[in-house]
């Protein structure tokens, strides 16, 4: 009766995970269409306008999707030894961080190189996103140190986990919110009175800002929803944490 109930709840888990997880794949192909439809395409140094093309789709790709995935692997690969899973963990978010550097790399490079010179960090959307990256920094550096490599005593390290996950939560959340206002503010500056006109453009804006949202929902659900929690296997007692998350 237990493994029927289990086995429900993985179900469960698997049908919404995978809705979520198509959800974002779409939401990447749209920013993609949303770039290379109406932006031009992708440039670096030899077209500045374009090559602040790239900021949207690293800091989406880094910020909502893939730090998304790492923060799920824990309830999606349930049957996968922890140790394992660690690791997995880190090296998404470390691919999430490098992507996330390019990214802002780009948008800084835009405003600096321009003719005459952009001011930088001046809006909600620079301060917030500039904030959510060097939390998500400190927090992927700390849980490293922490969790993975050397690792904290065992009593530590289930002191600290109820930290890691709030402050790991809060910083998705400030990556939802950095890239929906980093969207408002694009589409302002892009579109200005064509923006209350309903032009297409406004539309792919308007619809990736819903899709983030919507996908930002449920992947919360997904990881506060306690029946989804990933049950201790018997391998664990050799990972580097007593902690079942």
Known sequence: MEARAEHQKTKMYNTIYSFTTSMGIGLIMLVLFWLLHYRGGFAWHSDLKREFNWHPLL????????????ILIYRTGRNIPKLKLKIIHGSIHLMAFILSV???????????????PIANLYSMHSWIGLITVIIFAMQFLSGFLSF????????????LMPVHVVIGLS?????????????????FFTLDAKYSAFVPEAFVFNFIAL??????????????????KRNALPEDELALTGHDE
Do not use: C, W
């Open 148 to 159: 993975l490599y050397p690792g904290l005593s065992p009593s530590l390290r289930k002191a």
């Open 59 to 70: 800091m989406i790709l880094s910020m909502v999707f893939l730090y998304s995935q790492a």
């Open 102 to 116: 390019i990214g802002l790399k780009a948008v800084f490079d835009t405003h600096n190189l321009a003719t005459p």
């Open 171 to 187: 910083a998705f959340v400030m990556g939802l919110i950095s890239s929906i206002t980093g969207l408002t503010e694009k589409a």
């Open 211 to 228: 899709i983030t949202t919507f996908y930002g929902l449920l992947v919360l659900y997904l990881v506060n929803e306690s029946a989804f």
